[in-house]
């Protein structure tokens, strides 16, 4: 399974951006896929995830109610729509895919993307 994560950049706080992931090989529309950051300085950290029917979305406290995951199983492509961004939104977001997903949580082998930098300006 290969992702490749796009869509970061510099926007004000306040703003918007609009990120993407792009899952291709082996049963690429099948598992769950999961974003994460890590900001300067500090270690990575669970964003949100998404199981394969779209069905069941988890998000982290600090991102409840701005950003919102979502997924294309026909292209297949997971995005994360973040609005309201802070100043502390900014890091390397990171999507990453498994197999399946148990309380909100990846399981077995994990493949990630290379991270998409975000910068949030106040």
């Known amino acids: 399974v290969q992702l490749q994560a796009s869509g970061g950049g510099l926007v004000q706080a306040g703003g918007s951006l609009r990120l993407s992931c792009e899952v291709s090989?082996?049963?690429?529309?099948?598992?769950?896929v999961g974003w994460f950051r890590q900001a300067p300085g500090k270690e990575r950290e669970f964003v949100t995830v998404?199981?394969?029917?779209?069905?069941?979305?988890y998000y982290a406290d600090s991102v409840k109610g701005r950003f919102t995951i979502s997924r294309d199983n026909t292209k297949p492509t997971v995005y994360l729509q973040m609005n309201s961004l802070k100043p502390e939104d900014t890091a390397i977001y990171y999507c990453?895919?498994?197999?399946?997903?148990?309380?909100?949580?990846?399981?077995?082998?994990?493949?990630w993307g290379q991270g998409t930098l975000v910068t949030v300006s106040s």
């Open positions: 090989g082996r049963s690429a529309s099948s598992g769950a």
């Open positions: 998404i199981n394969w029917r779209g069905s069941s979305r």
């Open positions: 990453a895919a498994s197999a399946s997903l148990r309380a909100g949580v990846l399981q077995g082998e994990i493949y």
